[in-house]
């Protein structure tokens, strides 16, 4: 009966070790005023609402794209150089979020 009492209690309170959050690591191209929401949004724990870690990478256009496609980060949020991508051929997709009067964009990897 202890025995059964201690595994209970145990995953009572162990069970919030399960729900870890997904990682996305997200590309940006400058510190600019476009890209404050972002990092901001994670220290105020909008990410984490979400069930998502963000981790924010500063990382040139030409380099960025090649690191999309290889999957080392998962959103980038520079448009011009995803257009070059789409034109090469590359499947990569755009997703914009307005808000704040500020116009972001993701881009990510799809499978074709």
Do not use: W
């Not at 220290?43 to 990382?59: S, V």
């Amino acid at each position: 009966m202890k025995t059964l009492l201690g595994i209970l209690l145990a995953m009572f309170f162990l069970q919030a070790s399960v729900y870890a959050l997904d990682k996305v690591r997200i590309g940006f191209p400058d510190r600019a005023a476009q890209f404050v929401p972002l990092p901001l949004g994670e220290q105020r724990g909008f990410f984490r609402e979400e069930g998502l870690q963000g981790e924010f990478i500063r990382i040139v256009p030409t380099v960025a794209i090649a690191a999309l496609v290889s999957g080392e980060i998962d959103y980038y949020t520079s448009i011009g150089s995803g257009v070059a991508a789409t034109i090469r051929g590359l499947a990569v997709s755009l997703i914009r979020i307005l808000f704040c009067n500020l116009s972001h964009r993701l881009l990510e990897v799809t499978s074709t």
